[in-house]
């Protein structure tokens, strides 16, 4: 009986040993970048450190307070000199351990937890999550603890109402913390509250807990919002409104080819998994649609989907962070599911269900690996150090991470592609460097040719090709 009694201890100290080796090993080695501000929107988030202000891009609109907070209590405990880099990479690692607690807590049998983590490690955008220096990361982790914190309340449906009120606002909280940190999670928030009021709640007790939720998200809200005005006023609306308008029309790089938003998000999405793991994971969230136990996160992942079609650059894999949570966890609790009916037909398929997930595995890690270059410094350094070296004024256009490339080369004359007009004209009189985040046709190119390339060091982290031109270059089509 003692004997009996011990197997289930001794199989969760495996499956928490092997977890953990499987974080530690994968971010361990991460360790091997640097930290390094590899993005525009990275530099605003480290600018905010010392002074709030959107209107001043310190951060960018809408100004994302939690995000801010968190890294300035980074920053007062640590001596790292990128803190929002650092939170970052923390977010990642503690994103990773909500994954397995989660589905620890769904599944009857625990071992496919370790699958729900390897696939979640396992895909190529982790990296670039952990080392991007922006929100993401830190939101999301937010919102895994609000699905946490659901899935406890449906454990819990003898709770007294004063723990119901409790867990309404905590879980309200943890949303508003969401948004507080990447306000554009309003649509994956949304989506939440509206399943969550529809399935999990019944009678009154759904309206009263959605209002709770609702009341909790205001306050830290306005909070937030009265954080905002403090520091720019009402110019904050102007600039919410030329912010919007330039995301959908220049630098959003949503109008940038002439191929529909659905094509390019598609495109995005078979470079990121790989055609193969790509077909496995959509018929992973099309039949988690019509199981009860992974309903709710498949509807969820449909609806970002929507969302991120019309309202987010299909250029930056970041944007896909909110499958990099969900579809990790449908696709092991899917292959749990199925492995645990005790019928016969169901039993008859569990060598299927091994060689499905070993497939997705092997797909995934080779398509992840593939991606990590030896490179331990972001593109933008690596160009930074290479104009460092000259001695006399260069001028450089880019269209991508001009103000970084400001702030890290003073010395030099930095223009934004992205206003040809202006850099035309300043550069007309000589020779010009043209720094790009994709390759030129060099069939096009007359009196000019591609010097280097700064490789990105991992997947969704852009290279960044360096071209000269010589002083005729108006003449060129590029």
């Not at 209002?211 to 830290?220: A, K, N, V």
């Not at 609790?333 to 169901?346: A, D, K, R």
Request: with cysteine.
């Amino acid at each position: 009986m003692l004997q009996r009694s011990n197997k289930p201890c001794y199989a969760d100290l495996i499956i928490g040993f092997s977890v953990i080796a499987c974080i530690a090993g994968y971010f361990g080695l991460l360790n091997y970048y640097s930290f390094d501000i590899s993005s525009d929107d990275a530099l605003y988030f480290q600018r905010a450190l010392t002074y709030f202000s959107v209107l001043e891009f310190s951060p960018h609109f809408p100004g994302y307070p939690g995000f801010v907070w968190f890294e300035r209590s980074i920053a007062a405990i640590t001596s790292h000199p990128n803190s929002n880099v650092l939170l970052s990479f923390l977010s990642a690692i503690a994103l990773t351990f909500s994954v397995f607690v989660y589905c620890y807590q769904r599944m009857q049998s625990k071992g496919f937890t370790v699958l729900a983590v390897m696939l979640f490690l396992l895909q190529g955008n982790i990296a670039e999550l952990a080392f991007n220096g922006l929100s993401d990361a830190t939101a999301l982790w937010f919102f895994s603890l609000y699905l946490l914190q659901a899935h406890l309340y449906t454990q819990a449906a003898t709770d007294v109402s004063t723990r119901k009120t409790y867990s309404a606002i905590s879980s309200g909280l943890l949303l508003a913390a969401c948004l507080a940190t990447r306000p554009s999670y309003l649509p994956l928030v949304t989506s939440a509250l509206v399943l969550e009021c529809i399935y999990l709640a019944q009678g009154q007790q759904r309206f009263r807990r959605l209002g709770w939720q609702i009341f909790s998200i205001t306050i830290l809200g306005l909070f937030c919002a009265g954080y905002v005005f403090m520091q720019d006023g009402w110019a904050y609306i102007e600039e919410g409104q030329r912010f919007t308008q330039g995301h959908f029309t220049i630098w959003g790089n949503t109008t940038s080819t002439t191929d529909p938003l659905l094509q390019q998000w598609l495109t995005t999405l078979n470079n990121t998994y790989s055609s193969l793991g790509l077909t496995l994971l959509a018929t992973s969230l099309i039949i988690g649609i019509y199981i009860p136990k992974t309903r709710g996160l498949s509807i969820i992942a449909c609806c970002w989907f929507a969302w991120i079609i019309r309202g987010q650059n299909p250029e930056n894999i970041r944007h896909l962070a909110v499958f990099s949570l969900l579809l990790p966890i449908i696709t092991a609790q899917l292959v749990e599911h199925f492995y645990t009916q005790n019928s016969y037909l169901q039993k008859s398929i569990h060598p299927i269900l091994y060689v499905v997930s070993i497939i997705l595995l092997v797909t995934l890690g080779h398509h992840s690996l593939k991606q990590f270059s030896t490179q331990k410094n972001a593109p933008v350094l690596q160009a930074t150090q290479f104009f460092t070296t000259m001695n006399t004024q260069q001028i450089i256009i880019s269209n991508y991470n001009i103000d970084n490339l400001r702030h890290t080369l003073p010395q030099h004359v930095i223009l934004d592609r992205h206003y040809q007009s202006s850099s035309n004209y300043q550069a007309q009189q000589q020779g010009y460097w043209r720094l790009s985040s994709n390759a030129l046709d060099t069939d096009k190119l007359i009196n000019g040719g591609l010097v280097t390339q700064f490789t990105g060091r991992f997947l969704g982290e852009r290279s960044l090709y360096l071209y000269y031109f010589d002083p005729n270059h108006l003449s060129t089509q590029s």
